[in-house]
């Protein structure tokens, strides 16, 4: 991903953090023969922190889950490298919020992307507890709700599926945010932004905790 210095967040504990709260991520995989074009999927992703370790190199893992139909998994066992895309809360500034003139208009956002190398999970307890797992971490708080009350059906749903697990070798972050702005005109968009729709909303809330302004 083309990320100009400014943008740039090598934070890989903000990274997870992101892909957590975004939660569909654009899985891209190669053809299996390297001839056809990219395949991509939106899919729900869950993040695997215990192997990062920064001596070692190692990131992490994301871990999903595909339809059986879904050819993506043929292609990741021909070729595991792959590359899955988190796209953020989005929002457009327009000049108007500037003080300074002349201004464009220009778009916001926060995207994450992760390269690594996919190996499949076919054995039905594992993708049991996988699906589980998932079931569990986006469950609303306080739901009496959880896989074990369809075990039977759970049970009936495992061979359609194919499980993915990706050894991250590379994390990269893109807040773009305003931050280059100065601080007079990053409080006039902030203060537009925090009175738009829910994407607008969402951008002013990432700018606060990530990018925060400067004391008055």
């Known amino acids: 991903m083309f990320i100009p210095e400014a943008y740039r967040l090598d934070d890989a504990a903000t990274a997870f953090d992101l892909i957590e709260e975004i939660r569909t991520g654009t899985l891209m995989t190669a053809s299996p023969d390297g001839t056809g074009a990219p395949d991509a ?8 922190r215990d192997g990062a370790d920064p001596g070692t ?27 899955v895309a988190f796209l953020g809360p989005q929002a457009h500034v327009s ?7 002349p201004r464009a208009p220009t778009w916001l956002y926060v995207a994450v992307h992760v390269r690594g190398r996919a190996v499949l999970v076919t054995d039905p307890a594992a ?6 797992r998932l079931s569990a971490e986006l469950e609303p708080a306080g739901s009496d709700w959880d896989t074990g ?21 590379q994390v990269e972050t893109q807040l773009r945010l305003g931050q280059t702005n100065d ?11 925090s009175e738009g729709g829910a994407g607008a909303q969402a951008i002013a809330g990432l700018i606060r905790r990530l990018v925060p302004l400067p004391p008055d």
């Open 149 to 169: 009350q369809i075990v039977g059906y759970t049970e009936r749903l495992m061979p359609h599926i194919v499980g993915f697990s990706i050894e991250i070798e």
């Open 57 to 83: 190199g190692r990131c992490g893992r994301l871990i999903g889950h595909v339809d059986r139909r879904n050819p993506q998994w043929q292609a990741l066992a021909a070729r595991p490298e792959c590359r």
């Open 127 to 132: 993708l049991r507890a996988m699906v589980e």
């Open 41 to 48: 999927s939106h899919l729900p992703f869950m993040v695997d």
């Open 183 to 193: 601080p007079d005109d990053r409080r006039r968009v902030l203060a537009a932004l």
């Open 95 to 101: 000049p108007s919020w500037y003080g300074t003139r």
